[in-house]
Each structure stands twice: as C-alpha cells, then as structure tokens.
C-alpha cells in the first residue's frame, strides 16, 4: 500500500500544481495602473517634455546649465521650443555663478539661443542682482543681451540703465556685465 | 606747506544720498569691480562731481563702497565755487575729496592752483598742498 502511495502522492501534487496556472485569474497589469484618461489626452495633446535639462560649456569655457519647468517644441518650427520656469546657470572657472531665470522661454535649438521673457531675474554671485523684462542669452558663447530697461542692485547701490549685455569671459579676461543707453545710480552711504 | 580757504556752501551731512550717473557702466562678473564711464556726475547734497570715468572701490567687507576714483578731467561744482583738477579721489566715509594734477580753484574771481588740493564736504573747506599761486582776475566776477 506504501509504494502505491509512494507514486500517487507525487502524481496528485503534480496534477494539482499545473491546473495552478490553468484556471489562474488573468489579470492584466496595464489595467490596474491609475491612469486617469484626461491626463493621458494633456499629455498627448502638449507633447511636451517635463523638467528638460541641457548641460554643456560656452566657449569661453565656462559651465553652462538650462533647465525648465516644462518643453513644448512649436508644431511649426520644431526648432523653436516654447519653456516656462526657465533657469540658466553660467558656472565660472572660479566657482562664481550668474544665474539667469525666468517665467519663459524660446529656446532656439538651431542657434542655441534663449530668449526669456517674463519677470527676468539675473544674481550673480557676486552679489548684485538685475531685474528686467526680455533679455536674449546664446547659450554657445554664454553671452547675454537685454535691449529694455534693467533694474539693479549691488553693493554700489540700486540703479537703473536703458540697456544691457554680458560679455562671457575670453582667456584670462572675466565676463563683463555693461549697461548702456545711460545708467543712474543711488547709493545710501549710511545704509548697508 | 598748508593753505585753507572755503569751498562751496554746508553740504547736509556725509550720509546723504549719492546719485550717479554715466552713459554706461561696468561691472566684472568675478571680482564685482564696477566702472562708470562717459558722462560721469556725481551728486551729493549741493555737492556736483563730473569726470570721464569713475572707478568704484568697495571697502574690506565688499558691500559698501570706499571710494570713488575720478578721473580724466574731473570738475568739482559746490555753490558758487568750482575746482578743476585731472583726478580726484573722494573717499565717502569722510567725506574728503582729494584732486590733483593742474589744481585750479576759481572763487569769486581769484584763481588759486597748487599740486593738490582737498576739499573737505563735512566743513566745507579747501585745503592747498604745494606751490599755490593765487591769480587775481580783476574785473570779471
């Protein structure tokens, strides 16, 4: 009676574990993840890239890093690609930082240039700060252009200039901030 | 030797705002170091500096500024006085002015020059280094 058992028992498990995947329940996984079908039609419909972010170094040899909130290229000029939150950091061979950011962008992949609009803000770590409306940066030669009115502030006090540019540093010569097109300063000598 | 004499009418007092301006201004993105230049006026109380190109020194803690160093022909306007030099270096926590290079002092009609000359904002007075002369222009104020 043992022996048969000694056949039997093994046969039975064998039996009961392939109806295992037989009759097991199909479940897809695909289906049972939360998509919600309005944001799969966003999604579609922008075509966009979420937190882009591009890294290189200008000619001058300075880092320089761009990154934004999100990337929509233009259906009509793929070159053209619309951003919002944008932040450019220049990075420079001594540690300094000009930060350039804004609420937009039109990053033009073909000449690698940004043209921020919006509240553009620029800190430079060497402790002033600008403030103006448009300002275009190529972001090859890390240089930087802003044809409208910019405000300032530093440790030489608050002014305001009709126009400014960024020159990136070349060999040995830093990178120049120059506001145009008349400056006026204020400075509190009693304040900071 | 020393030569005083006043210079302009009582400015308010050393914190009084500064103004200036410039057809355009410089700023290295390293070392922060800032250079007015075209133009320059500096203004401060009844005080007029104007020059080609003033350079902005900061004091040790970077976040004040030192001094200004003026230069290319600096002209220096304070009530009914004026004085003309080539540089002229005003060190604003004091409140001095130090020019030099073709001093030349124009007050009611007298024309005084010397080497150099600082003009103190805080007693309104002028103070002559060097050989002065003094040159009465008779008949024109």
Do not use: C
Not at chain 2, 53 to 81: F, M, P, R
Not at chain 2, 84 to 111: C, F, H, K, P
């Amino acid at each position: 009676m043992i022996a048969w058992l000694k056949i039997l028992l093994p046969l039975a498990a064998l039996v009961l574990l392939s109806t295992l995947f037989l009759f097991a329940r199909p479940s897809n996984p695909i289906a049972t993840l939360p998509f919600a079908q309005v944001e799969i039609e966003e999604k579609l419909r922008s075509q966009g890239i979420t937190e882009p972010y591009f890294a290189g170094q200008t000619t001058a040899g300075d880092l320089i890093a761009l990154r934004a909130g999100s990337a929509r290229p233009n259906p009509e000029a793929l070159h053209l690609v619309n951003s919002d939150d944008v932040s450019v950091d220049i990075t420079f061979p001594d540690g300094g930082i000009a930060r350039f950011t804004s609420k937009s962008a039109v990053v033009n992949t073909d000449r690698q240039t940004a043209d921020l609009a919006g509240d553009v803000e620029i800190n430079s770590s060497t402790g002033f700060d600008l403030h103006t409306q448009q300002l275009s940066l190529n972001l090859l030669q890390g240089r930087a252009r802003s044809d409208v009115i910019v405000h300032g502030s530093g440790p030489f006090g608050e002014f305001e200039a009709g126009s400014m540019v960024y020159s990136g540093g070349s060999e040995g010569q830093n990178g120049q901030f120059r506001f145009d097109n008349g400056v006026k300063l204020i400075y509190m000598p009693g304040s900071n | 030797q020393e030569f005083k004499v006043d210079f302009g009418v009582s400015t308010s007092d050393r914190d009084a705002p500064i103004e200036v301006s410039a057809n355009a201004l410089s700023v290295d993105q390293a070392t922060g170091k800032a250079i007015f230049d075209g133009d320059v006026e500096i203004t401060q109380g009844n005080m007029r500096l104007t020059a080609a190109l003033v350079n902005v020194v900061y004091d040790e803690a970077g976040n004040k500024i030192a001094q200004l160093l003026a230069s290319g022909g600096v002209n220096i306007e304070s009530g009914k006085d004026s004085a003309e030099a080539d540089t002229a270096e005003y060190d604003v926590e004091s409140g001095v002015i130090r020019m030099a290079g073709n001093v030349a002092l124009l007050q009611q009609g007298t024309r005084i020059t010397a080497g150099k000359m600082d003009v103190n904002l805080n007693d309104n007075t002028a103070a002559f280094h060097g050989r002065v002369r003094t040159v009465l222009q008779p008949g024109n104020n």
